[in-house]
């Protein structure tokens, strides 16, 4: 059974930093997609960043580009997502999402997500 668990939301204020952690399990092959999607009220889903287990290759939206770095540590089985110089857009809740076909993160379609974090940006 997959499961991811997420932490490290909080409250901070624009122009600040927070990390998110997202500890994975489950997973039989050594191929997938694991990253974070964000919702915040109103508005739709946004796929914010992922990295591929098998090669180490990330993607990020162009709102977070510059700003937030994500890694993966294999050996503690754990995806951060470092976010600097945040604005108060980036007040969302985020969910640890995790897909082993990696198009099917893309697609929005996965099937494993982890709980929400909560993160709120003040200005």
């Known amino acids: 059974e997959v499961q991811l668990q997420a932490s490290g939301g909080g409250l901070v204020q624009a122009g600040g930093s927070l990390r998110l952690s997202c500890a994975a399990s489950?997973?039989?092959?050594?191929?997938?997609?694991i990253g974070w999607f964000r919702q915040a009220p109103g508005k739709e889903r946004e796929g914010v960043s992922c990295i591929r287990s098998s090669d180490g290759s990330t993607y990020y939206a162009d709102s977070v580009k510059g700003r937030f770095t994500i890694s993966n540590d294999s050996a503690k089985n754990t995806v951060y997502l470092q976010m600097n110089s945040l604005k108060p857009e980036d007040t969302a809740v985020y969910y640890c999402v995790a897909d082993p076909y990696v198009p099917g993160w893309f697609l929005g379609i996965s099937g494993y997500w982890g709980q929400g974090t909560q993160v709120t940006v003040s200005s």
């Open positions: 489950g997973f039989t092959g050594d191929d997938y997609a």
